[in-house]
């Protein structure tokens, strides 16, 4: 079975730290570009984070830039999301998508079921 599953999510305080894990099963990600998505409650869900195939290019939306950081271990089937400093707003699901065509994370062929992150006081 052809899958991407997510982990790492859960609840944090305001300023806290979280890494979020990709795992593909069933498929080698090495030409897959991966991205990071969120959807909080009533939002649609918006594209944070791309990684290129390569690993060698690497995409931020403006509100995580300088906090989150997308990384990928080939070797392990993984690409990796760190998350620091995170405020309230980052609160959302977070889905991993891969992308066949290994550039922009625009065009996802897998998506993972999603792991919830909460940050709260």
């Known amino acids: 079975q052809l899958q991407l599953v997510e982990s790492g999510g859960g609840l944090v305080q305001p300023g806290g730290s979280l890494r979020l894990s990709c795992t593909a099963s069933g498929f080698s990600l090495d030409y897959y570009a991966i991205g990071w998505f969120r959807q909080a409650p009533g939002k649609e869900r918006e594209g944070i984070a791309c990684?290129?195939?390569?690993?060698?290019?690497?995409y931020y939306v403006d509100s995580v830039k300088g906090r989150f950081t997308i990384s990928r271990d080939n070797a392990e089937n993984t690409v990796y999301l760190q998350m620091n400093n995170l405020q309230p707003d980052d609160t959302a699901a977070y889905y991993c998508?891969?992308?066949?065509?290994?550039?922009?994370?625009?065009?996802?062929?897998?998506w993972g079921q999603g792991t919830q992150v909460t940050v709260s006081s």
């Open positions: 998508a891969a992308d066949s065509t290994g550039t922009n994370c625009r065009i996802n062929d897998y």
């Open positions: 990684i290129r195939d390569t690993g060698g290019s690497t």
